[in-house]
């Protein structure tokens, strides 16, 4: 079982940035792929960014925030983090943190967050 907590999102001006942080329990975190998603007002939840397990070699990105997001993971702090830049109006929604043992969370994922709110204003 895992468990995961979002923190960092906020509200900030277009052109702005934000880090997001996610938080997991459990003493096998460094064997989890992990992925950000969002979900904003009226539409279906998308796929932000993923990262591979382990030593997190390999990252993914939608096309709306390529070049702009960063996610990264640090196994020693039990902590996925998605840096985010040049923020649009269309970034905002909420963000969820996932965590999947046995595939990259592209689609889907075992566990997820709670989710923390992202808001850019024009």
């Known amino acids: 079982q895992v468990q995961l907590v979002e923190s960092g999102g906020g509200l900030v001006q277009a052109g702005g940035s934000l880090r997001l942080s996610c938080a997991a329990s459990g003493r096998t975190f460094s064997s989890y792929a992990l992925g950000w998603f969002r979900q904003a007002p009226g539409k279906e939840r998308e796929f932000v960014s993923a990262?591979?397990?382990?030593?997190?070699?390999?990252?993914y990105y939608a096309d709306s925030v390529k070049g702009r997001f960063t996610i990264s993971r640090d196994n020693a702090k039990n902590t996925v983090y998605l840096q985010m830049y040049s923020l649009k109006p269309e970034d905002t929604g909420v963000y969820f943190c996932a965590a999947d043992a046995k595939k990259l969370p592209r689609y889907e994922a075992d566990y997820w967050g709670q989710g923390t709110q992202v808001t850019v204003s024009f």
């Open positions: 990262i591979t397990s382990w030593s997190g070699g390999r990252q």
